[in-house]
């Protein structure tokens, strides 16, 4: 039987086919093309599920996984704002929740409430879910541009102390990922791929 919250659900799929042209300026590992954002949300699902053991806490990996898939569907109408631009705010967090409410608004009153506190509670990475979950987001990029020989920190000249700043926060997910993470910063500046 084709009811309402049915129909709801179809709108919000179709709405989300969308993040699949959002450009990220991170590239695919080994690779020149850019990454999209759905490209990203799914690699972060495979990691969460493939890394679980590494959080510091334990973690729902259901939960984690769901975060990572839906964190960043508001850039729908927010647009990706390169971490590493000093010409953006990265504060937008009105307009970014604005685009929550309308996105997953599409859905049935439970699954919106649901997905819209899911999103919060991932920006606000507070809970060892979110830790955890945010840890991923910060190492992907990471494993990426070390890939591609420098990737994006080369092209928009970011610095060691920028990167190591930016993802220090890993630790607060994953002290291990953070001990692979640093290590492979380190690593970068003796290939000379990241300026230090």
């Not at 990691?47 to 850039?75: G, Q, R």
């Not at 309308?102 to 899911?118: H, S, T, V, W």
Request: glycine share 4%; with cysteine.
């Amino acid at each position: 039987m084709i009811t309402n919250d049915l129909l709801k659900q179809i709108q919000f799929i179709k709405e989300i086919d969308k993040i699949k042209y959002i450009q990220r300026r991170t590239c695919l590992l080994n690779s020149d093309r850019p990454e999209n954002d759905a490209e990203h949300s799914w690699h972060l699902a495979l990691m969460a599920i493939a890394l679980s053991e590494h959080s510091n806490k334990p973690v729902d990996i259901l939960k984690v996984i769901k975060m990572v898939l839906i964190h960043d569907i508001v850039e729908i109408d927010s647009g990706d704002v390169f971490v590493y631009d000093k010409s953006k705010s990265h504060k937008n967090t009105e307009e970014e929740f604005a685009a929550a409410k309308r996105i997953f608004g599409l859905l049935p009153e439970n699954q919106a409430k649901e997905l819209i506190d899911l999103w919060k509670e991932f920006e606000d990475g507070e809970t060892d879910d979110a830790k955890f979950a945010k840890s991923l987001d910060k190492l992907e990029p990471l494993l990426q541009n070390f890939s591609n020989n420098g990737g994006t920190w080369d092209k928009y000249n970011v610095t060691y102390n920028e990167v190591y700043t930016q993802k220090k926060s890993i630790n607060k997910g994953s002290d291990t990922l953070w001990e692979y993470a640093e290590n492979l910063l380190n690593e970068s500046v003796d290939k000379g791929i990241l300026k230090k």
